[in-house]
């Protein structure tokens, strides 16, 4: 089976480029998850979706940033202008809240370096 | 006091040692716990859940202690291959929260 699938891998932009990361979750999964992780804050969760709906945005760094889910099996999340500060890896995830379970698979990540 | 907290470590461990990791976090009302684990530039794994009972798999022990609020993680018999940074999770509230891990080098 296919995992969590995560595009690009790497990304290096400008300051104030544009930068859209992609999600694909796992098929049949209804919660979907955006991390961001760097070596001072650790793995932070930006923002996550069940059943395509925004949940909690609350760790959203700023108007920056956005995401969307148009469908179930399809997010985005985009940064503009991108920042220096916003260089991270970003991960998605997701789970089967249907099945009851927790646990969360992640994608490989986004490696995001603004220049 | 943080939400999620875990001594980032390194621990350098000789091959064949016991480790053990603990990981407190902050509110009581957390619902269940989970201990992931990331290789160098790569994703998170799920490692184990950790239950109120204790739950063994193999050579690794979880253990959640509620009245003060930690959980811990022990590896016996450690590999080469258990080098890694070991992530605490707390859920609850809706809220899913990552330690910021425990860095493990296991030595030849």
């Known amino acids: 089976d296919a995992g969590v699938i995560q595009s690009p891998r790497h990304e290096v932009t400008e300051m104030g480029q544009e930068v859209t990361l992609r999600c694909k979750p796992i098929s049949g999964h209804n919660s979907l998850f955006w991390y961001r992780q760097t070596m001072m804050r650790g793995l932070e969760l930006l923002i996550y979706?069940?059943?395509?709906?925004?949940?909690?945005d609350s760790g959203m760094p700023e108007d920056r940033f956005s995401a969307k889910m148009p469908n179930a099996s399809f997010s985005t999340l985009k940064i503009q202008p991108s920042e220096p500060r916003d260089s991270a890896v970003y991960f998605c995830?997701?789970?089967?809240?249907?099945?009851?379970?927790?646990?969360?698979?992640f994608g490989p990540g986004t490696r995001l370096l603004v220049l | 006091r943080k939400e999620v907290e875990q001594d980032p470590g390194p621990f350098n461990v000789p091959e064949g040692a016991t480790v053990a990791f603990n990981c407190t976090y902050s509110?009581?009302?957390?619902?269940?716990f989970f201990w992931y684990r990331q290789d160098c530039r790569k994703e998170p794994k799920l490692l184990m859940s950790v239950y109120s009972s204790g739950n063994e798999d193999g050579r690794f022990t979880a253990q959640l202690n509620r009245a003060s609020q930690y959980i811990s993680l022990l590896i016996r018999d450690s590999k080469l291959s258990d080098s890694a940074t070991y992530l605490c999770v707390v859920n609850g509230d809706d809220k899913i929260i990552f330690g910021k891990g425990t860095r493990l080098h296991i030595l030849p």
């Open positions: 509110n009581s009302a957390s619902q269940s």
């Open positions: 995830a997701s789970r089967s809240t249907s099945l009851n379970q927790e646990t969360q698979y």
């Open positions: 979706f069940n059943n395509n709906v925004p949940i909690d």
